[in-house]
């Protein structure tokens, strides 16, 4: 069992719709990420927030939306994504942000997303 | 985009023998981690080593850092079919635009067969 726990494990939408992922941990950690897999490729990252402020946006398309309610809560709204957003999409945490201290990082065991 | 190379790709060995990995990067780096994927689940971490330190061990893992050659490697020793996984290298770039990034290498499939 991960410390960090996604839902839903599946997801299936249309283009059309909207949906969110959502992500939660109790570690009190105050910095988590955002990363899409595809099959057989490393993870890549795409947001990151610390103390629930959006610190780094990798150029991520608009129809990718994030949002960080509280400090145990990260979301990924979605919507009118493409065929190509088909991926898993993992959720991390770490005490502090990367870039302040060696710490590792705390992963989800994702979202599988594939968009019809 | 991904500045750690891995190899091999894929390496496949007997039970009791032991996995070498080894991972290349770019740029100056704060630490580099080293992370294990089994099928459809999430990363977990294994071993984290500083740039300011050259070997490091955790169990039946043993990892170098030389940052002169801007490599690493995993030791993996008395392999056992549960380590049957993907292994990535991750460097948690020092400066510049990739500041504060965990960059992952393109990973490694390890098969143990029993």
């Known amino acids: 069992d991960t410390e960090v726990t996604q839902t839903p494990k599946h997801l299936v939408m249309g283009m059309t719709n909207k949906k969110s992922l959502k992500c939660e941990q109790h570690m009190g950690h105050r910095a988590m990420y955002w990363y899409k897999q595809k099959a057989k490729k490393p993870p890549e990252l795409m947001f990151v927030?610390?103390?629930?402020?959006?610190?780094i946006n990798e150029s991520v398309p608009s129809r990718f939306s994030p949002e960080c309610p509280n400090s145990s809560l990260l979301n990924l709204h979605l919507h009118a994504l493409q065929p190509e957003d088909s991926a898993l999409y993992l959720c991390a945490s770490s005490q502090v942000p990367a870039g302040y201290s060696n710490q590792p990082q705390h992963f989800g065991d994702g979202t599988r997303l594939s968009i019809l | 985009s991904q500045q750690g190379e891995e190899d091999p790709q894929a390496l496949s060995i007997q039970e009791g023998e032991n996995a070498t990995m080894n991972c290349s990067y770019k740029t100056s780096i704060n630490n580099l981690q080293w992370y294990r994927q089994n099928s459809g689940r999430g990363l977990v971490h294994l071993i984290l080593i500083r740039s300011n330190e050259r070997e490091k061990h955790s169990g039946r893992l043993r990892v170098t850092l030389d940052t002169s050659k801007k490599s690493s490697s995993l030791l993996i020793t008395a392999s056992r079919a549960a380590d049957t996984a993907s292994y990535f290298c991750?460097?948690?770039?020092?400066?510049?635009?990739?500041?504060?990034?965990?960059?992952f290498g393109q990973g490694t499939i390890l098969t143990v067969h029993p």
């Open positions: 991750a460097t948690l770039n020092a400066g510049g635009t990739s500041y504060g990034k965990l960059t």
């Open positions: 927030y610390s103390y629930e402020k959006l610190s």
